[in-house]
């Protein structure tokens, strides 16, 4: 129906700011059908009204699911086929946007949608809503190979084994079953299949590559791109986020034509500054170098060094806790990449989370929190990015946003006051000048 989106909608504001129920009004208001996603099932859950009882859908004697009766979109009648476990969840999704109903999915179902999907939802008449930036880049991984884990929440080079992902499409390169093409845009040679027909990851990977979705970076690591034509099967889109100029995704969105025009409210940083105790002193001394406290630094290098740094931030963090402001364990919140927490957490396993961690409110209690991060984008998410703009990809603000994504998990949403803990020099440089308003 559509050939080409003809509106993306950008509702830039801080965490807080009523983003959330700006989009709920938008959809109570809508007379056509509604795909919502979210990073989180728990936001499904809550944007949508469904009505739990021990983490699962509640149901009546019909089968039907139950919303909350106080909810503005009870009667939107929203379907999750994330929570549908009992059956294919790709075939469950078709079959309702066939049936022109109001869908509530997840990120990582939204990506699996497959060329089909794509088809019929452009004859259909659907507005999809994103919460949160969506990811459009990632490393590829096959169903049952591994990559190697990092704290960036991008895989990188995987093991030195020929069980990785990476090494199955590299020997189908090397043997001209795969063509790589135009930035790196791998393609089946369709002659060489039939041999291939019969094993499912084979079958997996040519998919994959008929919809153009995987990418050769550097001649070495394979990526998924998310298909623009998944998007342009949309008429409509509105997007939640902040500072959407620095993400990925607005890089995307204008390397494919696909226009957008961005809504700013809310309160600006200077408007919270008061309530933001940023800790300065000898604290910081671990993080007084560029590079300090980078996932290099405190994961790639050499053991004793990185065993060093560990065992400062490991008292440091007590300190902080402890001793400066006297935390209960529900107040507490800290992050760092998630290869270097066995070495600081000590007795604070329990309050770590995530440092990319989005949307979720379940630590809005939190007063003290603790970044103990210094993050850059992968290098080979940056070669991506270099091929499709001319002009560099901020790596300050994008480590802003993400550290202010984190930040803002805290009591600081609803307003209240906490103390901040960030001893990479860099880092508490980039949340002084936000604070400042200079990024505005």
């Not at 998919?207 to 949309?234: G, H, M």
């Not at 986020?241 to 309160?267: H, Q, V, W």
């Not at 993400?402 to 906490?418: A, D, H, V």
């Amino acid at each position: 129906m559509f050939d080409k989106i003809t509106k993306v909608k950008v509702y830039d504001a801080m965490c807080g700011q009523g983003k959330t129920e700006r989009i709920i009004e938008d959809i109570s208001k809508m007379t056509t059908p509604v795909l919502y996603i979210s990073p989180l099932l728990s936001e499904v859950d809550r944007v949508c009204g469904f009505k739990l009882k021990d983490g699962n859908l509640m149901k009546d004697d019909d089968g039907n699911i139950m919303y909350e009766e106080d909810h503005p979109l009870k009667d939107k009648n929203f379907i999750a086929p994330t929570r549908k476990w009992m059956r294919n969840k790709s075939d469950v999704i078709k079959e309702l946007i066939i049936g022109g109903e109001n869908i509530a999915a997840t990120h990582t179902l939204f990506s699996m949608m497959d060329s089909e999907c794509i088809s019929i939802l452009k004859s259909s008449n659907y507005t999809l809503i994103i919460d949160e930036d969506l990811c459009v880049w990632k490393r590829f991984q096959l169903r049952g190979f591994r990559n190697d884990e990092q704290g960036d929440g991008v895989e990188y080079i995987g093991e030195k084994s020929k069980n990785t992902t990476d090494a199955v499409i590299h020997n189908f390169i090397n043997n001209n079953i795969i063509t790589v093409g135009e930035l790196g845009v791998l393609t089946w040679n369709e002659d060489k299949f039939s041999a291939f027909e019969k094993d499912p990851v084979w079958y997996e990977i040519k998919n994959y590559c008929d919809s153009q979705q995987l990418l050769l970076i550097d001649n070495k690591v394979v990526f998924w791109e998310l298909p623009p034509n998944l998007l342009r099967a949309f008429k409509d889109i509105i997007v939640a986020t902040y500072m959407f100029r620095s993400s990925y995704f607005a890089t995307y969105l204008t390397y494919n034509n696909i226009p957008f025009e961005i809504e700013t409210f809310g309160k600006k940083p200077k408007d919270i500054a008061h309530l933001v105790n940023l800790i300065e002193g000898k604290i910081n001394g671990v993080g007084d170098s560029e590079g300090a406290l980078s996932y290099t630094h405190l994961c790639a290098d050499k053991k004793s060094d990185r065993q060093e740094v560990k065992s400062k931030l490991n008292k440091n963090l007590l300190n902080f806790f402890k001793n400066i402001c006297k935390s209960k364990p529900e107040e507490r919140l800290w992050t760092t990449y998630k290869s270097a927490v066995e070495g600081i957490q000590g007795r604070y396993g329990t309050s770590w989370l995530a440092f990319n961690t989005k949307a979720t409110n379940d630590y809005i209690r939190c007063r003290d929190v603790a970044y103990l991060c210094n993050n850059y984008p992968n290098v080979m998410l940056l070669k991506i990015v270099a091929k499709r703009q001319e002009h560099a990809f901020d790596k300050d603000l994008w480590a802003l946003s993400t550290m202010l994504q984190f930040i803002f998990r805290s009591r600081l949403r609803k307003g209240e006051p906490i103390n901040l803990y960030i001893p990479s020099s860099r880092m508490r440089w980039l949340f002084k000048r936000w604070l400042e308003g200079e990024f505005e």
